[in-house]
T-cell receptor, first 118, second 113 residues
Framework: DTGVSQNPRHKITKRGQNVTFRCDPI?????LYWYRQTLGQGPEFLTY????????KSRLLSDRFSAERPKGSFSTLEIQRTEQGDSAMYLC????????????????FGSGTQLSVL | EDKVVQSPLSLVVHEGDTVTLNCSYE??????LLWYKQEKKAPTFLFML????IEKKSGRLSSILDKKELFSILNITATQTGDSAVYLC?????????????FGEGTQLTVNP
């Protein structure tokens, strides 16, 4: 069963360093989402892709954050000049939607990357 | 802006008890409401509800949606320690660029033996 795969599982970094996370979605899924979750909160939407196109970015996503999905398959999320406030669980999710928007979103989540910025 | 409010935020019960978790929402162009269970890492899908008044059921879990009152409940009967988790409610709203999910804070359920 190849679900959504994320790596690394954990990342500890010093403030000011750059970090990059990878997400491999379920292979036939055309949509890929990034969410951020802090302790005691629900996941907060960051951005999503349909195939290789980045269709929406949250206001939460500062200029230090960039996401790519170059070939419409895996995605990377990079955080530049990390700050302590970036410490969180970064969740990736994928789904399949038809082009006519007749399908509802049913996201399948990966296990996340836990980022700790010291 | 879409909004989801869950209550209670935490709940402690004994095995065998029945619990009801609440989710109220405000969303532009509602498409669906989803429930997820999050034990350690990845939220896992439980239910998707799109129509009012139709109960979705899976074993001891059931959920129903009231689109008029903008409300959903998740029921768990005969709770077991394995039901201990955070239960997340999310709504799917139609945006100009496509739909996406907005999550509530979650309800932390603890089932003691």
């Amino acid at each position: 069963d190849t679900g959504v795969s994320q790596n690394p599982r954990h990342k500890i970094t010093k403030r000011g360093q750059n970090v990059t996370f990878r997400c491999d979605p379920i292979s036939e899924h055309n949509r890929l989402y990034w969410y951020r979750q802090t302790l005691g909160q629900g996941p907060e939407f960051l951005t999503y892709f349909q195939n290789e196109a980045q269709l929406e970015k949250s206001r939460l996503l500062s200029d230090r954050f960039s996401a790519e999905r170059p070939k419409g398959s895996f995605s990377t999320l990079e955080i530049q000049r990390t700050e302590q406030g970036d410490s969180a669980m970064y969740l990736c999710a994928s789904s399949f939607v038809r082009g006519d928007s007749s399908t509802n979103e049913k996201l399948f989540f990966g296990s996340g990357t836990q980022l700790s910025v010291l | 802006e879409d909004k989801v409010v869950q209550s209670p935020l935490s709940l402690v019960v004994h095995e065998g008890d029945t619990v009801t978790l609440n989710c109220s929402y405000e969303v532009t162009n509602f498409r669906s409401l989803l429930w997820y269970k999050q034990e350690k890492k990845a939220p896992t899908f439980l239910f998707m509800l799109t129509s009012s008044g139709i109960e979705k059921k899976s074993g001891r879990l059931s959920s129903i949606l009231d689109k008029k009152e903008l409300f959903s409940i998740l029921n768990i009967t005969a709770t077991q320690t394995g039901d201990s988790a955070v239960y997340l409610c999310a709504v799917e709203g139609e945006e100009t660029s496509g739909s996406r999910l907005t999550f509530g804070e979650g309800t932390q359920l603890t089932v003691n033996p």
